[in-house]
Structure formats: C-alpha cells, structure tokens
C-alpha cells in the first residue's frame, strides 16, 4: 500500500528537515514557495493528502494557500506552522475545516506524527456510530459486518499503547 504525497510549504531551513524525516517515514513530498504552484501540483497530482504551511508569512499569500487547497471540490487539510503568541488564536477559528496549527520551535520526527495523525483522520467518515476507517469496495467475499478500528500510535513509550 502506497502512502500518500505530502505538500510542504516552509522556509528551507525547516524545509529540508521536515523532507527528509517524511522521506523516511514513506511519503512522497512535493515542495512548493507559492499559492501558484501549490495549484499546480494539485491539478496534477490526486494523492496529495495534507498540506504543511508557514503561518508566518504574508497574510494574503496564506489566504491564497487556504483558497487553493479548498478550491474545485479538494478537501486538502493544512497543518500550519505558526509562533506560539499566534497558535491560540489560529486553532480556535474553525476546527471543522480539518486543518490544524503547530507552533514553533518543533522537531521534524514531531510533525511526522502529526501527519500520520492527519492521514489516518482523513481515511475517516462517520456514520452516526462513530468515526470509523473508510472501507474499500465490497466485492461478494468480503466481509459483511463492520468492526471498530482503533488506532493507536505514539512515538513515546509508557503511554498505554499495548492496553
């Protein structure tokens, strides 16, 4: 099973850590500077599953990277970089939109986490039960009754995974 591409949009100090700790982890990442060229990438790729931005630069440039990522029907979520003094303001604006806030100073290996976090609720839905992982198409031998899927993933030890 593939993993999905991830966009990143940060300056490349931060950029290239952040590549290379994805990298690692199995994503493909795609690079971008600008709002144009994150639409370019979108109207050709359809495995992009998150998009990680720089908070922290032109307020108008951010607006475009949101419209981008909303336009034509995509649902791509955001995972932006932002100061701390920002971060409390930024996360309680709409925690509908699937997009999320990080704030600096991070580590790469921690945004890794927060991805994989991200990519797991975007394979989502819920149904009235609960959120559950989207199934495949059914074909006449698969299963017919739905289980609860819990994932639980942490890169610290001792916090009651194995339970």
Do not use: H
């Not at 952040?18 to 493909?28: D, I, N, T």
């Not at 970089?81 to 921690?110: I, K």
Request: with cysteine.
């Amino acid at each position: 099973m593939s993993r999905p591409a991830i966009v990143v949009a940060l300056p490349a100090d931060e950029s290239d850590q952040v590549f290379a700790e994805l990298a690692l982890a199995g994503f493909e990442v795609v690079t971008v500077d600008r709002a144009v060229e994150l639409e370019s990438v979108l109207d050709r790729r359809r495995d992009i599953a998150v998009a990680i931005l720089d908070g922290e630069i032109d307020s108008d440039e951010i607006d475009a990277f949101q419209r981008t990522l909303r336009e034509d029907g995509r649902e791509v979520p955001a995972l932006t970089v932002v100061s701390a003094r920002d971060f409390e303001r930024l996360a309680s604006e709409d925690e509908r939109s699937g997009n999320e806030y990080f704030t600096r100073p991070y580590s790469a290996n921690s945004i890794r986490w927060r991805i994989e976090a991200m990519c797991i609720r975007r394979e989502t839905v819920d149904d009235g039960s609960g959120p559950v992982l989207q199934s495949r198409a059914e074909g006449q031998d698969a299963w017919s009754r739905r289980a609860t899927v819990i994932a639980i993933f942490n890169p610290k030890g001792g916090v009651g995974k194995t339970t």
